[in-house]
């Protein structure tokens, strides 16, 4: 997969030399690259932002540099639909205004061939910038979750992170995807190692007992007491 992340703090992005990430990178299964927003102006100052036409407070991301980059990183391609099609690039805007970011998206996100990450900072980014990369790509804008972070890098972190680990090859055993939470629906079950007692905790002794058949149900059951108590939004309405 190839991924293209837009920025101007490029140095959020240096964690992804290490780690399962690392791997993938150094093993030829993603290929990522960084690019400097400010990389892409032609003032002294490498000016990204300015005043918001409208008034009100912050400052707001200029089109023009965006637009240089984008270009840069789709190349003369031949423009797409919005909407997109199959194959054609896909172009995540993090913003707390999106929809919420989620296994499933980060399960389809996984199977694109190629990904372009544009963080924006200060009070966001002009609009007709979402609007010219529609029209050059797909393109969503997609939230972590309900609060607000000062930019869209640690979010694209995570996001990139949770897509990159479902690329066959990047987690060695695939098997470890399966069980854990999320991946059916469920928050995962508690995972307990030797001893099997420790500062007076016990594990539970059905984990110790060889039963597979019970200790498969005893950890269905601490799935749904779990979600039950945590995450009742996850079940389905009775
Ligand atoms: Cl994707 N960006 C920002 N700036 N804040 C957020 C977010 C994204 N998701 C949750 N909060």
């Not at 840069?72 to 919005?82: K, M, Q, R, S, T």
């Not at 979750?145 to 995570?158: F, I, Q, T």
């Not at 090859?169 to 059916?184: A, F, K, M, R, T």
């Amino acid at each position: 997969m190839r991924i293209d992340i837009v920025t101007i703090f490029p140095e959020f992005f240096d964690a992804l030399d290490i780690s399962l990430l690392g791997r993938a990178r150094e093993d030829g299964i993603l290929d990522v690259t960084v690019h400097q927003l400010r990389d892409y102006t032609h003032d002294r100052h490498r000016t990204v932002d300015d005043k918001p036409y409208g008034g009100g407070a912050g400052m707001v991301m200029k089109p023009e540099p965006w637009g240089e980059a984008l270009d840069a990183i789709l190349g003369e391609a031949v423009p797409d639909v919005a909407g997109g099609v199959e194959g054609s690039p896909m172009v995540i805007f993090p913003s707390p205004a999106g929809e919420v970011f989620t296994q499933a998206m980060a399960r389809e996100l996984s199977g694109a061939e190629h990904l372009v990450f544009g963080c924006g900072r200060y009070e966001g980014i002009d609009q007709r910038v979402f609007e010219y990369a529609g029209s050059r790509a797909s393109v969503r804008l997609v939230s972590l979750g309900d609060y607000v972070l000062n930019g869209g890098e640690v979010a694209v972190m995570a996001m990139i992170e949770a897509v990159g680990r479902l690329i066959p090859g990047v987690i060695g055993n695939p098997e470890s995807l399966v069980e854990e939470s999320h991946e059916d629906g469920l928050l995962e079950y508690p995972s307990y190692t030797k001893p099997s007692t420790w500062r007076g905790h016990e594990v539970p002794p059905v984990l110790i007992g060889g039963n597979h058949g019970a200790i498969a149900t005893w950890r269905r059951e601490a799935q749904l007491e779990r979600t039950r108590r945590v995450r009742p939004d996850l079940l389905p309405p009775e």
